[in-house]
Protein backbone atom coordinates (compact mmCIF):
# COMPACT_ATOMS: atom_id res chain seq x y z
CA UNK A 1 0.00 0.00 0.00
CA UNK A 2 1.25 3.95 -1.23
CA UNK A 3 -0.34 6.40 0.97
CA UNK A 4 -0.94 10.40 -0.15
CA UNK A 5 -0.79 12.09 2.96
CA UNK A 6 -2.68 15.69 1.73
CA UNK A 7 -2.82 18.33 4.25
CA UNK A 8 -5.41 21.10 3.20
CA UNK A 9 -5.20 24.77 4.86
CA UNK A 10 -8.08 26.59 5.25
CA UNK A 11 -8.89 29.87 5.77
CA UNK A 12 -9.76 30.60 9.71
CA UNK A 13 -13.54 29.12 10.83
CA UNK A 14 -14.15 27.51 7.34
CA UNK A 15 -13.02 23.68 8.57
CA UNK A 16 -16.32 22.80 9.31
CA UNK A 17 -17.55 24.10 5.89
CA UNK A 18 -14.31 22.10 4.23
CA UNK A 19 -15.00 18.75 5.91
CA UNK A 20 -18.69 18.90 4.40
CA UNK A 21 -16.99 19.35 0.90
CA UNK A 22 -13.79 17.05 1.83
CA UNK A 23 -16.64 14.08 2.73
CA UNK A 24 -18.68 14.66 -0.70
CA UNK A 25 -15.61 14.42 -2.90
CA UNK A 26 -13.76 11.22 -1.09
CA UNK A 27 -17.07 8.90 -0.17
CA UNK A 28 -18.31 6.65 -2.77
CA UNK A 29 -15.30 7.49 -5.26
CA UNK A 30 -13.07 5.18 -6.80
CA UNK A 31 -9.90 7.38 -5.93
CA UNK A 32 -7.55 5.45 -3.66
CA UNK A 33 -8.71 4.19 0.04
CA UNK A 34 -9.70 6.69 2.57
CA UNK A 35 -7.71 5.71 5.47
CA UNK A 36 -8.20 8.85 7.72
CA UNK A 37 -9.75 12.70 7.91
CA UNK A 38 -8.78 14.75 10.70
CA UNK A 39 -8.56 18.20 11.30
CA UNK A 40 -5.99 19.77 13.67
CA UNK A 41 -7.01 20.86 16.95
CA UNK A 42 -3.03 21.81 18.47
CA UNK A 43 -0.86 23.13 16.10
CA UNK A 44 -1.74 24.45 12.76
CA UNK A 45 -5.41 24.56 14.06
CA UNK A 46 -8.17 24.24 11.37
CA UNK A 47 -6.05 22.20 8.85
CA UNK A 48 -7.37 19.08 7.34
CA UNK A 49 -5.18 16.13 7.20
CA UNK A 50 -6.08 13.62 4.50
CA UNK A 51 -4.33 9.64 4.47
CA UNK A 52 -5.55 8.07 1.62
CA UNK A 53 -4.10 4.05 0.12
CA UNK A 54 -3.47 3.14 -3.17
CA UNK A 55 -2.32 -0.14 -4.71
CA UNK A 56 -0.08 0.98 -7.03
CA UNK A 57 1.86 4.12 -7.78
CA UNK A 58 0.49 4.66 -11.30
CA UNK A 59 -3.15 4.69 -9.12
CA UNK A 60 -1.40 7.51 -6.88
CA UNK A 61 -0.11 9.30 -10.11
CA UNK A 62 -3.36 9.16 -12.13
CA UNK A 63 -5.25 10.64 -8.85
CA UNK A 64 -2.93 13.45 -8.68
CA UNK A 65 -3.16 14.13 -12.35
CA UNK A 66 -6.77 14.17 -12.03
CA UNK A 67 -7.17 16.94 -9.37
CA UNK A 68 -4.40 18.87 -10.81
CA UNK A 69 -6.73 18.57 -14.66
CA UNK A 70 -9.90 19.25 -12.10
CA UNK A 71 -8.44 22.36 -10.53
CA UNK A 72 -11.02 22.24 -7.65
CA UNK A 73 -9.22 19.24 -5.37
CA UNK A 74 -11.70 18.09 -3.24
CA UNK A 75 -14.45 20.77 -3.99
CA UNK A 76 -12.37 23.56 -1.47
CA UNK A 77 -11.17 25.86 -3.71
CA UNK A 78 -12.23 29.34 -2.30
CA UNK A 79 -11.95 28.80 1.18
CA UNK A 80 -8.57 26.93 1.06
CA UNK A 81 -5.26 28.57 1.29
CA UNK A 82 -3.14 25.79 0.56
CA UNK A 83 -2.56 22.06 -0.57
CA UNK A 84 0.30 19.72 0.11
CA UNK A 85 0.40 16.13 -1.16
CA UNK A 86 3.13 13.72 0.16
CA UNK A 87 3.92 9.78 -0.55
CA UNK A 88 4.54 7.65 2.17
CA UNK A 89 4.88 3.92 2.78
CA UNK A 90 5.27 1.79 5.41
CA UNK A 91 7.66 0.95 7.65
CA UNK A 92 8.04 -2.80 6.54
CA UNK A 93 7.62 -4.48 9.52
CA UNK A 94 4.40 -2.74 10.33
CA UNK A 95 0.88 -3.80 8.96
CA UNK A 96 -1.74 -1.58 7.34
CA UNK A 97 -3.32 1.24 8.63
CA UNK A 98 -6.18 -0.09 10.43
CA UNK A 99 -9.69 1.44 10.35
CA UNK A 100 -11.97 2.06 13.79
CA UNK A 101 -11.94 4.08 16.75
CA UNK A 102 -8.71 4.41 18.43
CA UNK A 103 -8.63 7.54 19.08
CA UNK A 104 -10.40 10.45 19.37
CA UNK A 105 -7.01 12.38 19.58
CA UNK A 106 -4.06 11.67 17.05
CA UNK A 107 -0.60 12.70 17.77
CA UNK A 108 1.16 13.21 13.80
CA UNK A 109 4.73 13.59 14.25
CA UNK A 110 6.93 14.13 11.37
CA UNK A 111 11.13 14.20 11.83
CA UNK A 112 13.51 14.86 9.24
CA UNK A 113 16.54 12.60 9.67
CA UNK A 114 20.04 12.40 8.56
CA UNK A 115 20.81 11.47 5.27
CA UNK A 116 21.24 7.84 6.03
CA UNK A 117 18.82 8.19 8.78
CA UNK A 118 15.81 5.99 7.50
CA UNK A 119 17.31 2.57 7.22
CA UNK A 120 18.64 2.91 10.58
CA UNK A 121 15.48 4.53 12.15
CA UNK A 122 13.39 1.22 10.64
CA UNK A 123 15.94 -1.14 12.17
CA UNK A 124 15.81 0.77 15.51
CA UNK A 125 11.78 1.17 15.59
CA UNK A 126 11.91 -2.98 14.78
CA UNK A 127 13.51 -3.92 18.32
CA UNK A 128 11.74 -0.97 19.82
CA UNK A 129 7.84 -1.38 18.85
CA UNK A 130 6.83 -4.49 19.87
CA UNK A 131 7.87 -3.12 23.60
CA UNK A 132 6.31 0.16 22.97
CA UNK A 133 2.71 -0.99 21.93
CA UNK A 134 2.31 -2.96 24.98
CA UNK A 135 1.92 0.39 26.78
CA UNK A 136 -0.38 2.01 24.00
CA UNK A 137 -1.22 1.23 20.20
CA UNK A 138 0.41 2.49 17.29
CA UNK A 139 -1.12 3.71 14.05
CA UNK A 140 1.62 3.73 12.11
CA UNK A 141 4.91 4.72 10.87
CA UNK A 142 6.12 5.89 7.13
CA UNK A 143 8.44 7.16 5.49
CA UNK A 144 8.53 9.61 2.68
CA UNK A 145 9.34 8.76 -0.98
CA UNK A 146 9.16 12.08 -3.04
CA UNK A 147 11.44 14.69 -1.37
CA UNK A 148 15.55 15.34 -0.96
CA UNK A 149 15.46 15.85 2.65
CA UNK A 150 14.56 12.43 4.26
CA UNK A 151 11.38 12.15 6.84
CA UNK A 152 9.10 9.97 8.51
CA UNK A 153 5.77 10.34 10.09
CA UNK A 154 4.60 8.14 12.64
CA UNK A 155 1.12 8.46 14.12
CA UNK A 156 -0.66 7.73 17.62
CA UNK A 157 -3.79 7.36 19.31
CA UNK A 158 -4.92 8.80 22.30
CA UNK A 159 -8.40 8.49 24.75
CA UNK A 160 -7.04 12.09 25.68
CA UNK A 161 -4.55 14.66 26.32
CA UNK A 162 -4.35 13.72 29.77
CA UNK A 163 -3.65 9.58 28.92
CA UNK A 164 -1.47 11.08 26.48
CA UNK A 165 0.98 12.57 28.46
CA UNK A 166 0.89 9.66 31.46
CA UNK A 167 1.31 6.91 28.72
CA UNK A 168 4.42 8.53 26.96
CA UNK A 169 5.37 9.01 30.43
CA UNK A 170 5.40 4.93 30.97
CA UNK A 171 6.75 4.87 27.75
CA UNK A 172 10.01 6.82 28.64
CA UNK A 173 9.85 5.06 32.34
CA UNK A 174 10.31 1.59 30.58
CA UNK A 175 13.62 2.13 29.04
CA UNK A 176 12.78 0.36 26.13
CA UNK A 177 11.36 4.05 24.59
CA UNK A 178 12.96 6.07 22.18
CA UNK A 179 14.64 3.70 20.54
CA UNK A 180 18.20 3.47 22.09
CA UNK A 181 20.31 5.49 19.64
CA UNK A 182 17.90 7.28 17.63
CA UNK A 183 18.25 10.64 18.24
CA UNK A 184 22.10 10.57 16.31
CA UNK A 185 19.55 10.04 13.09
CA UNK A 186 17.03 12.91 13.31
CA UNK A 187 17.38 16.21 12.90
CA UNK A 188 13.82 18.55 13.59
CA UNK A 189 10.67 17.77 14.12
CA UNK A 190 7.07 18.95 14.12
CA UNK A 191 4.12 17.21 16.48
CA UNK A 192 0.09 18.37 15.95
CA UNK A 193 -2.69 16.72 17.50
CA UNK A 194 -5.79 16.34 15.69
CA UNK A 195 -9.43 14.84 15.91
CA UNK A 196 -11.16 13.26 13.57
CA UNK A 197 -14.18 14.11 10.87
CA UNK A 198 -17.36 12.09 11.53
CA UNK A 199 -16.98 10.42 8.39
CA UNK A 200 -13.20 9.22 9.26
CA UNK A 201 -12.83 5.72 8.72
CA UNK A 202 -10.25 5.99 11.96
CA UNK A 203 -11.81 7.87 14.50
Do not use: N
Not at 39 to 53: F, P, S
Amino acid sequence: MIYDVTILSVRAGQTPAALERVEQAVLGADRGRLQACWYCEIGAVGDIMLIRGFRTAAELTAERERLVMDGDAFGVGDIVEGITSDTFLRFPFLPDMPAGKLGPFYEVRVYQTTRAGIPATIDLWREAVPHRVKISPLVTAMYAIDAALPRFMHIWPFPSLDARQALRQQAFDSGQWPPKGGLAHLRRFSSSIYLPARFSPLA
